[in-house]
């Protein structure tokens, strides 16, 4: 199993130099990825314009979305995003796409809530089917494909057009039975081999307190269950490597580890967590 890093443009205090610091340092340590997350409702950084700083300052770890929220863009405009961020990283982006659990997103981007899962299918289908490409470049040739989702018609779409799946967090088991459901669905749709498998973790070796208020805050619209993703944030050196060997256990391929707060330390942490 790979172990990617997440590039830390949602937690409090993030800066766009810290941001090209720390793309700079995973791609020279042993991690295999550098992804990011999307919101428009929160003080953070663009997913797609992360990714292309980040691109200019790295030559070897895939650039990945975990996930950008395809529906609150026009599905030119993101294919256009996704090619470019691709083109400028020569050739190393891999887009994780889904419809989103916030309603406040739609809201402020002024984009239909209702509706949001069939335009994801038609931005899969465009950029999957190559629609448009001789109008809407760069290439999008070799961009690898993730969808995320529980629901029976995000696993439908992921087996459709993508590549493989993309999980949105939790204990390995919970990864272990969307896993499951994922590979169910493609051996459905007859397509041969099986789904690639990308999850995610959240860690906090240095400053715990500081990471779980940013959970509290970030997660703050689930309600009562904010408290359990605040108890599976990893905070030991022991607790990440339970968790990085129960995700190889359960069968992913490229597990994404999120630090809560930005500071470089947390990388070198999470690094020697690893060794």
């Known amino acids: 199993m790979n172990v990617g890093v997440g590039l830390p443009t949602m937690p409090p205090g993030a800066t766009g130099e810290l941001l090209l610091e720390w793309a700079r340092r995973v791609d020279a340590g042993p991690f295999t990825s550098l992804a990011v997350l999307d919101r428009v409702v929160y003080d953070s950084f663009e997913p797609f314009a992360a990714l292309a700083a980040a691109a200019g300052v790295t030559s070897r770890v895939r650039l990945a979305t975990m996930i950008a929220i395809g529906p609150l ?3 030119a ?3 256009k995003q996704a090619a470019s961020v691709h083109g400028l990283s020569g050739g190393r982006l891999t887009l994780g796409l889904g419809v989103g659990a916030r309603t406040d997103d739609y809201e402020t981007a002024a984009v239909e809530h209702r509706g949001r899962g069939r335009k994801l299918g038609e931005q899969l289908a465009y950029i999957r089917g190559g ?31 993508a590549d493989g799946y993309a999980h949105a967090g939790g204990p390995p088991r919970a990864f272990a039975g969307a896993a499951a459901r994922a590979e169910a669905a493609w051996r ?6 099986r789904p690639r498998l990308w999850g995610q973790g959240y860690a906090s070796l240095v400053d715990t307190e500081r990471g779980n208020a940013y959970l509290r805050d970030y997660y703050g619209f689930t309600g009562g269950f904010v408290e359990r993703i605040v108890a599976e944030n ?19 391929d490229e597990l994404v580890i999120f630090t809560t707060t930005p500071d470089i330390e947390e990388l070198e942490r999470l690094q020697e967590a690893l060794a």
């Open 131 to 161: 629609v448009d490409v001789d109008r809407v470049g760069p290439s999008r040739d070799g961009i690898e494909l993730l969808v995320g989702g529980l629901s029976g018609h995000a696993f439908g779409r992921m087996a459709r057009y």
């Open 73 to 75: 863009r026009p599905t």
């Open 234 to 252: 990893l905070t030991s050196a022991r607790a990440v490597k339970d968790f990085v060997r129960g995700y190889e256990e359960a069968g992913c």
């Open 188 to 193: 459905d749709f007859g397509r041969p081999g």
């Open 77 to 79: 405009l993101l294919a």
